[in-house]
């Protein structure tokens, strides 16, 4: 059975940083795809960052040259590191994995960003 955890989560200020992790434990084949959304209160679920299927990764525009997504597929782990966060990233940070025609999520880690 696959499962996905995250950490890393918390609160931090306007123009900090966060590191998050997600460790996918149980069958998991070389090829697959894995990366980050997030959910704010109100609104749909959306994508951050991902590998896809071929290897190379997808962002979102919202995100782009603030936020890295890196994997080590020796230790099944995909990690998001987060600069100059802003205000509007604060949501709940959900770990995606798709393998062999199956969906599966962590259970999330809030993010939030305040003064």
């Known amino acids: 059975q696959v499962q996905l955890v995250e950490s890393g989560g918390g609160l931090v200020q306007p123009g900090g940083s966060l590191r998050l992790s997600c460790v996918a434990s149980?069958?998991?084949?070389?090829?697959?795809?894995m990366g980050w959304y997030r959910q704010a209160p109100g609104k749909q679920r959306e994508l951050v960052a991902t590998?896809?299927?071929?290897?190379?990764?997808n962002y979102a525009d919202s995100v782009k040259g603030r936020f890295t997504i890196a994997r080590d597929n020796a230790k099944n782990t995909v990690n998001l590191q987060m600069n100059s966060l802003k205000p509007e990233d604060t949501a709940v940070y959900f770990c995606r994995l798709y393998q062999l025609g199956k969906l599966y999520w962590g259970q999330g880690t809030q993010v939030t960003v305040s003064s």
């Open positions: 590998f896809m299927l071929g290897g190379t990764t």
């Open positions: 149980g069958s998991i084949p070389s090829i697959n795809a």
